[in-house]
Nanobody, 130 residues
Framework: EVQLAESGGGLVQPGGSLRLSCAAS????????MSWIRRTGGKVEWVSVI???????IYPDSVKGRFTISRDNVKSTLYLQMNSLKPEDTAVYHC????????????????????????WGAGTQVTVSS
């Protein structure tokens, strides 16, 4: 069974930092691109994608320059370093497995971009508040 277990969330003040981890098992981790996706209310937004080798990443403008995705393929673990956190970053953060090794062109999928993923973790809560 594919399993993705997030950890590292919590309460942090604006401007603070958090590092999220995702322990993966049940599949060949180094064969798949991975992503962090956040959910708040009815909104779902991808915040980072990394290819299988870990040498290519993408970010939306909302987090670019503040968030860094990385992976350790020996430990089968995905990370998200979040700096300069803002209240609008408050969300449940999920790690998710893509169906490809590479990073697809997300704009080609439009509202169907969620079809790129075949497994999500349960998520970890991040709350940014003073």
């Amino acid at each position: 069974e594919v399993q993705l277990a997030e950890s590292g969330g919590g309460l942090v003040q604006p401007g603070g930092s958090l590092r999220l981890s995702c322990a993966a098992s049940g599949f060949t981790f180094n064969n798949y691109a991975m992503s962090w996706i956040r959910r708040t209310g009815g909104k779902v937004e991808w915040v980072s994608v990394i290819n299988s080798d870990g040498d290519s990443t993408i970010y939306p403008d909302s987090v670019k320059g503040r968030f860094t995705i990385s992976r350790d393929n020996v430990k089968s673990t995905l990370y998200l370093q979040m700096n300069s956190l803002k209240p609008e970053d408050t969300a449940v953060y999920h790690c998710a497995k893509l169906i490809y090794q590479f990073i697809p062109s997300l704009g080609d999928y439009g509202s169907n971009w969620l079809s790129l993923y075949d497994r999500w973790g349960a998520g970890t809560q991040v709350t940014v508040s003073s």
